[in-house]
């Protein structure tokens, strides 16, 4: 099994630049989580999927962040436009049922400048 | 208050000892609980999930206190490969809403 698979690994954009981070989840799962990592804040969640179906999008931090999963096998997260603020890690995660395992991928390490 | 809270550390311990690392949350209604491990620059992976009755797996025992809520990890014989932070993680909200503890991280010296 590849496991989650997150592109890119890296990113350097300018300020108000568009960026799109892409995660792959595990085959069979049925949820998906976007989280960000800064060291001041450590992860959040920033929003989860089940079944495709957006379900708490509450740790968005503004309208400039969406996500989207347009199938069981792919998602989105967009940040437009991107601030230097945004610098983190962003992780997606999967899992299959509730409360259970999530499985992480490697994340993408985002700089805007 | 935070809905998971860890003393963030660091632990500097010698090779050998034993270490325990508390987390407490805010949640009553909270009902699953793990600790993941991440090591620097990489991601988290699940470390043990904690059961009511308490659980080991080898040097690991993790340990559930539903009354004062909180959740511990106790590692015996630490060993080098054991440096790394540990993340305590709860689900805080309806559904499968899964909220990170800011993690405590551990160096285990010679």
């Known amino acids: 099994d590849a496991g989650v698979i997150q592109s890119p690994r890296h990113e350097v954009t300018e300020m108000g630049q568009e960026v799109t981070l892409r995660c792959k989840p595990i085959?069979?799962?049925?949820?998906l989580f976007w989280y960000r990592q800064t060291m001041m804040r450590g992860l959040e969640l920033l929003i989860y999927f089940n079944n495709n179906v957006p379900i708490d999008d509450s740790g968005m931090p503004e309208d400039r962040f969406s996500a989207k999963m347009p199938n069981a096998s792919f998602s989105t997260l967009k940040i437009q436009p991107s601030e230097p603020r945004d610098s983190a890690v962003y992780f997606c995660?999967?899992?299959?049922?509730?409360?259970?395992?999530?499985?992480f991928g490697q994340g993408t390490r985002l700089t805007v400048v | 208050r935070k809905e998971v809270e860890q003393d963030p550390g660091p632990f500097n311990v010698p090779e050998g000892a034993t270490v325990a690392f508390n987390c407490t949350y805010s949640?009553?209604?909270?009902?699953?609980f793990f600790w993941y491990r991440q090591d620097c620059r990489k991601e988290p992976k699940l470390l043990m999930s904690?059961?009511?009755s308490g659980n080991e797996d080898g040097r690991f025992t993790a340990q559930l206190n539903r009354a004062s809520q909180y959740i511990s990890l106790l590692i015996r014989d630490s060993k080098l490969s054991d440096s790394a932070t540990y993340l305590c993680v709860v689900d805080t909200g309806g559904g499968n809403k899964l909220t990170f503890g800011t993690g405590t991280q551990l160096k285990v010296e010679l």
């Open positions: 949640n009553s209604a909270s009902q699953s």
């Open positions: 085959s069979g799962h049925d949820y």
């Open positions: 995660a999967s899992s299959f049922g509730a409360r259970t395992e999530a499985f």
């Open positions: 904690v059961y009511s």
